[in-house]
């Protein structure tokens, strides 16, 4: 018998654990460590944050299927790893504090033969001074965030609606951050919103973002063939935030945000302040905290971990310029460097360098976007380090890895501007490869399949992959036939 | 990614980019991004799309 356990329950973490428990037989056991009790399908956060979809809507009770799947489930925290096991077991352990009520604070060990570390990020808020919902700005990260986001929407609406005009900043809260999609979603679903209210010629939507350009998107925004023209993604979400009326300042790293006025620096090292009455700033994420120490109890963190807390694994850390960056920088198999029962995939993985370029202002502040690994990577990551892990534990430690570099998948990315069956839209692209491979295309992408959409059916794909997405993480009948 | 001179600041405090060169969808455009049949191929492509895209270069 084999022990699998995977630390998290996102997009990459519960992928793996539904195909391992498919994968392997019921003499396997497949354990999942969470602190969360819910499943949250993220992207749909957003449609939270306006009021569209209600919190139950994207969220839903992991332990039930779970229970059903006959996969462990602990609702805890990861707080320490011991790949070499304690001075009791040679195995490898995990040390673990209980989230759930009932056992709220208590600690357990559990051993494993192979590791998964999906832990997701750590909402850095604390990294920008008075950013966050502790703070002054709101979040849509998850779904708490997005309900509160919402209620502060409703009531600069109303604040709207009596004649007063308003200003509503979405955008990225440190020159670090990731997920600029996610920003670029809510400004135009928040400006959809006002519309839909009767308010927009009373608001002023700025978007304010960490990218040096529009439509970079932390993937160095990408090159379009429309109708026999190569055209930018910069020039087509220009024409978007033209068209809507949103303003935009690029380049920018948020130092600290007070009541109703954000202090922000500028690539030009130049600095400024906005006012706002509304803003949803996205945090920088870090590596979810954990320890790891060798048998004999010594620190070994630096060893597994980059010091932004991601884990590393087989990728190309050597500090190079950015000229220099290449596809085969990027991991694989996902392993960590060795051991060869260990794992991290999604968000935990520690990136070999950024996508974008990555620029300082004149005072040496860093303003330079991280890359985004969550949703269609994180899944086919999680799935490919299942395979390999039911492999070695079918047919022997010698099985060779799966792999799945970011530089040779594809992505989907479906950023919705407004809800509606028939009134809705979203900007619907694709890109293959996510890390643009210069070697090889001379756009850094595969322009048959690099292709950016507006349009009506953007909403429907973005409303099709929230019910499908849903079904596969409930592990409803067929569930693996839906592609990551 | 080509660079296209949409970086002008326009000045009232804060450095709003200057999107007056950005193209504007004429209303055959924004006509053609409602229409639900248009729509409904778009939708059918775009799905094919990401099932090659799917098949190609994930494994």
């Known amino acids: 018998m084999a022990e699998v356990l995977i630390l998290g329950a996102g997009v990459s973490g519960h992928t793996a654990a539904l195909h391992l428990r498919r994968l392997l037989g019921s003499q396997h056991k497949v354990t999942v460590v969470s602190p969360n009790s819910q499943w949250n399908w993220i992207p749909s956060n957003i449609w939270v944050g306006v009021g569209e979809m209600a919190k139950k809507d994207v969220v839903f009770p992991l332990a039930p299927v779970y229970a059903r799947k006959k996969i462990g489930f602990h609702q805890a925290k990861a707080v320490a790893i011991r790949p070499k096991g304690d001075a ?29 570390n999906a832990t997701g990020p750590k909402l850095k808020f604390e990294a920008t001074e008075g950013m966050g919902p502790g703070g002054h700005t709101e979040s849509v990260c998850t779904a708490d965030h997005a309900v509160e986001a919402n209620h502060k929407l409703r009531e600069v609406i109303e604040v709207l609606k009596t004649g007063k005009p308003q200003t509503l900043v979405v ?41 040096a350009a529009l439509g970079d998107f932390g993937v160095d925004g990408m090159v379009f063939d429309q109708q026999g023209f190569q055209t930018t993604s910069e020039l087509w979400t220009g024409s978007l935030f033209r068209e809507r009326g949103v303003e935009a300042i690029v380049g920018t790293h948020v130092h600290r945000v007070e009541e109703r006025t954000i202090h922000y620096e500028t690539l030009d090292g ?40 991601f884990m590393k694994v087989d990728a190309d850390y050597t500090p190079k310029p950015y000229e220099e960056w290449r596809a085969e ?23 070999p360098h950024q996508i974008s370029k990555p620029r300082k202002s004149p ?21 490919t ?19 799945a570099s970011m530089a040779r998948m594809g992505a989907a990315c479906v950023a919705s501007a407004g809800t509606g069956l028939t009134k809705g839209s979203a900007a619907a692209m694709t890109m293959l490869p996510v890390v643009p491979d210069y070697q090889r295309y001379t756009t ?7 292709r950016g959409e507006l349009g009506l059916h953007g909403h429907w794909v973005k409303l099709m992959l929230h019910y499908l997405f849903l079904y596969k993480a409930k592990a409803r009948l067929g569930w693996q036939m839906i592609p990551e | 990614m080509a660079q296209l001179s949409m970086h002008e600041p326009a000045g009232g405090g804060n450095p709003v980019l200057d999107l007056s060169k950005a193209p504007l ?10 229409n639900l049949w248009l729509q409904f191929w778009r939708f059918v492509a775009f799905d094919l799309r990401i099932m090659r895209m799917v098949i190609k270069g994930h494994h």
């Not at chain 1, 600095?271 to 060798?294: N, R």
């Not at chain 1, 380090?385 to 792999?403: E, L, N, Y």
């Open chain 1, 88 to 116: 009791d077991d040679p195995r490898g352990a995990v040390d673990i504090e209980y989230t759930l009520p009932e056992k709220a604070g208590t600690t357990e060990r559990l051993r494993y033969d192979y590791l998964i």
């Open chain 1, 171 to 211: 955008g990225t809260g440190h020159g670090t951050c990731t997920c600029e999609g996610a920003a670029f979603e809510y400004v135009f679903n928040v400006d959809h919103e006002l519309r839909q209210a009767g308010v927009r010629d009373l608001a002023r939507v700025v978007y304010l973002t960490n990218e």
């Open chain 1, 270 to 309: 130049t600095s400024h302040t906005l006012e706002f009455d509304f803003a949803m700033l996205i945090p920088p994420f870090g590596g979810v905290p954990l320890q790891a120490y060798d048998a004999e109890g010594n620190d070994i963190t630096s060893e597994l971990f980059a010091p932004s807390g």
């Open chain 1, 329 to 351: 920088d990027w991991p694989t198999t996902y392993a960590a460097p060795g051991y060869d029962n260990i794992w991290a995939v999604g968000i935990a993985f520690a990136p």
């Open chain 1, 363 to 383: 005072n040496g502040t860093v303003i330079a976007p991280s890359p985004p690994r969550t949703g269609m990577p994180s899944g086919v990551m999680g799935k």
């Open chain 1, 385 to 403: 380090v299942a395979m390999t892990i039911a492999d070695r534990i079918k047919h022997g430690t010698s099985a060779a890895p799966h792999t």
């Open chain 1, 444 to 450: 850094g992408r595969d322009e048959r399949e690099t």
């Open chain 2, 25 to 34: 969808p004429t209303a055959k455009t924004l006509g053609a991004r409602r």
